[in-house]
């Protein structure tokens, strides 16, 4: 299939040359310890699904609109408006528009042409919803210590195309822990890569002690071989970017001098939160930084303005022992999934989205700015009538003067100075900047009874409530419904009645056994599930098998982490404590 690249300006596509591989069958599984930067991996961003169409219906709705990337839609009014990470300035929107006479043609076709259903098989489904499943399982015993976590599942459905979401799971080698993120891209998948690549060596770094840092920039004065920091588990579709590599890494060695320098030497116990803090806000300032200096080399120039002018949401969990920290800047979200008592399951929420369903954010916000502003820096639930989420990486539309926008954009190069997009400033921009990438950061301390973490970006949470989340993925992890007696609640019930209850249990778990990752299992019910709660296999179907020109208009990119966690290790811990 070959990759389309959208007409409106502003959008991007992956670096140029880039090929889409075959389809891989199968679950391949790739765990490898990186030192730094090295091993990176040459894998596409994108993996695209196979679709099945109707001619008819692909010529019909490919006419609709030029733009299928969610922050430049031009919002014609079958589009719901919350579907949009961006809403368009009215100046901004001519840049794309339907096609003339868009609707009579439909509706001249549509009367035309036999509706006809086409659906994919199980098998098909399948595919589509396994392609970027990944799956971890936590050695028992890793030589320091007995790890509280038993393992991870993880999957990704795109929307866009190519997707914009990115996912990241390591272990910390030099100190103890792993750190797991999913991450929301807009305008364009450039920022969420950058982040998804580097975070996690930020936040490593930040929780090394004085002589660890020093042994490192010791190694690396001299030409000795580095101490890996990371051990990744990556599926074999994370795309890591080789030709930005050693960029990204003189940017980390900077900051690690600079933790050295202001580091006296004292043994001191490190405050998670704060290196947690200081590790995003760094990374931010460097994705600023580099795209202000510029790159002699005109491919990394316009890579590190790309990833600057994108944007990205972050939503990172620090496990270590029976601390749990999660570390969150926009709107995807970490839930913890508790079995209480009598077997039933509870939904405790360990973030906060920073939107405007968020009063004490847009409180914050009104605050930053004058109140002669307090009207305008927020319209119809948007960041300056634009931008969805009020924390994020990158988006530097939101954070620099006007005067440094246009000096960086007229001394870039020719297809940023061509971008309509990134000439454009947002309305009513007075006192910059309006965007932080400080995350708010939630400790847990976790019990027995805590069993699954869901890191999931907002395209899950948009279809599914927080207690389905948690009862799909605690039902599947544990197979209760599969034990417990059928409920009738007390009324008479016909043969007829009792078979459509056995007949939608023997649907329930024909559903649990094709799934051999929670991730998807969860992906499945997000995509598929009817009216009754139950997955709807014509349903799930039809919503796998749109045109990318409409899969975008129903639902948002889908990336989903659970963690699941060894009940007898924090139980071991808490008696160790007492």
Known sequence: MERRRCACPGSWSCPPGAVMPPRRQGIPVRTSSLPLFSDAMPAPTQLFFPL?????????????????????CCSPPYIPQNRLRYTPH??????????????????????????????????????????????????EFDGKNVSSILGFDSNQLPAN??????????????????????????????????????????IAVSLLPHETLLEIENAVESGRALLPILQWHKHPNDYFSKEASKLYFNSLRTYWQELIDLNTGES????????????????????????????????????????????????????????????????????????????????????????????RELERLKLEHPKNEAK???????????????????????????DLQKRVIESGPDQLNDNEYTKFIPPNYHTPPYLTAEPEVTYHRLRPQDKFLVLATDGLWETMHRQDVVRIVGEYLTGMHH??????????????????????????????????????????HAVGN?????????????????????????????????????????????????
């Open 52 to 72: 099945v169409r109707n001619c008819e219906l692909s010529r019909i709705y490919g006419t609709a609109c030029y733009c299928h990337h969610k922050h430049l």
């Open 268 to 359: 001191a116990d490190i405050d998670v939160k704060e290196a947690l803090i200081n590790a995003f806000k760094r990374l931010d300032n460097d994705i600023s930084l580099e795209a202000q200096v510029g790159d002699p080399n005109s491919f990394l120039n316009y890579l590190v303005l790309r990833v600057a002018f994108s944007g990205a949401t972050a939503c990172v969990a620090h496990v270590d022992g029976v601390d749990l920290h999660v570390a969150n800047t926009g709107d995807s979200r970490a839930m913890l999934g508790v079995q209480e008592e009598d077997g039933s399951w509870s939904a405790v929420t360990l973030s906060n989205d920073h939107n405007a369903q968020n009063e």
């Open 161 to 202: 195309a190519p997707i914009e979401d990115r996912r990241s799971a390591a272990t910390c080698l030099q100190t103890r822990g792993m750190l797991l993120g999913v991450f929301d891209g807009h305008a364009g998948c450039a920022c969420s890569q950058a982040v998804s690549e580097r975070l996690f060596y930020y």
């Open 90 to 139: 009215p100046a901004y929107a001519t840049f794309c528009r339907p096609r003339e006479n868009w609707w009579q043609y439909t509706q001249g076709r549509r009367y035309a042409s036999t509706p006809q259903k086409f659906y994919l098989t199980p098998p098909q489904v399948n595919s589509i919803l396994k392609a970027n499943e990944y799956s971890f399982k936590v050695p």
């Open 376 to 402: 305008s820096v927020v319209k119809q639930d948007r960041l300056l009538g634009l931008l969805m989420p009020f924390r994020a990486f990158g988006d530097v539309k939101f954070k620099w003067s006007i």
């Open 483 to 524: 034990q417990q007696p059928i409920a009738v609640g007390g009324y008479k019930v016909t043969l007829g009645q009792m078979h459509g209850l056995l007949t939608e249990r023997r649907a329930k778990m024909s559903s649990v056994f094709e799934d051999q990752n929670a991730a998807t299992h969860l992906i499945r």
């Open 530 to 578: 009817n009216e009754f709660g139950a997955v709807d296999h014509e349903r799930l179907s039809k919503m796998l098998s749109l045109p990318e020109e409409l899969a975008r208009m129903y639902r948002d990119d889908i990336t989903i982490i659970v963690v699941q966690f060894n009940s007898h290790v924090v139980g071991a811990y808490q008696n160790q404590e007492q």
